[in-house]
């Protein structure tokens, strides 16, 4: 049984046969409609996350399966002190599948040993969200038309940023891949990402502070949000947040087709006016994200669809 | 004048843990759990060496097969292990480190799984052997001797 607990469980060819499932699964969404008839998901989250319950939720509806689960540790028996390896235990027994996401680093690991039925790590604390990377992915190869030869602009807190240093442990695996790390000297790529993965595998990068300089050159920017609860005093963040904000005077820098992607939610760095310009994506990537969740799900659970 | 020495005795059967670096044995004694041993251990800490100055030394008399030695190689490879059958060297033991370590080490990270879930075992994997990197199965956060 396959269960998905990081981006790199799947090698680059399986990859892109999901991908290719969920470009089918969007050109032409009444053939899947009733794939998953009868299967239940449950959904499993110690701590709130509505955009990705929802997308989980949405993708098994699609599929025309049926959902379960709840959606904070309060409404579950970890109230009452039950372990992830007894409550998935009790989970197997009920569902065909399941999505689950934990405040703590390898819950879903414990929940993959015990289980009888896949397991999706939908975010582990600060580790993995494996469907976020997927998502990302399959907007870049939908949008763009590919994987490679791209130089990628990342933006804002690449230090704490999950989903930054799996996109770029994602990305590493294509040919001819260049990253621009624009970033406040405090909110720094990593050295654990830099040495470990960009150096160690000879990939370009150049580390700069102004958006500015970097969007003439860049196929694709990716930003993220500055997050509140990272930080370990209220100063930092407000002197942190608002430090990158894009907006359509920085937009006129950019080369016409370079597509801006964000996981969401946006606080102030994407000004409201960038959304009406043809290469703010990132509803569109809400979009794919269901695509792949749909794609992720019928592939777990072995099903295929003539 | 007779000089104050220590002296142990040959083993029969067993193991002689040489060139242990001075003040690491009971750690071992520890991590090999020979304390649930049923047979002969003894511990030399401080001997003379001229490669190492001081050095510890455990001879453990037990048949060769009811130990399970490879988490030496994680403590310190430089160990030597000689297998001793009718009181003679008969071979020694090639310490690698291991892939895996459960229950020896643990997680230190906070936000991990092993904070919090009852009975988990603890379980490090080598991740990088040229600079002997081991990581947390679960949040796969780097071990850090220094901070054990």
Redesign the interface.
Known sequence: MRHLMSPLDFSVEELNQLMDLANDIEAHPEKYAHACAGKKLATLFYEPSTRTRLSHEAAMLNLGGNIMGFSSAASSSATKGE???DTIRMISCYADICAIR??????P??ACQHATIPVINAG????QHPTQTLTDLLTIRSLKGRLDHLKIGLCGDLKFGRTVHSLINALVRYDNIEFVLISPEELRLPS?VRKDVLDKQHIPYEEVVRLEDALPELDLLYMTRVQKERFFNEEDYVRMKDFYILDKKKMTLAPEDMLVLHPLPRVNEISVEVDEDPRAVYFKQVQYGVYVRMALILTLLNIKVE | MVKNTLNIGKISEGFVLDHIQAGKSMEIYKHLRLDKLDCCVAIIKNAKSSKMGKKDIIKIECPIDIIDLDILGFIDHNITVNIISDEQIVSKKELRLPKEIKNVIKCK?P????????E?DHVFVLTDEENEVYR???????YDSSQS
Do not use: F, W
């Not at chain 1, 582990?124 to 580790?127: A, F, K, N, T």
């Not at chain 2, 947390?136 to 780097?142: G, I, P």
């Open positions: 372990s992830v390896s934990h405040p703590k680093e390898g819950a690991m414990v582990d604390g600060g580790h654990y | 990270n936000r991990c799984i092993t904070s919090i879930e009852q988990l947390c199965k679960y949040c796969e956060e780097k």
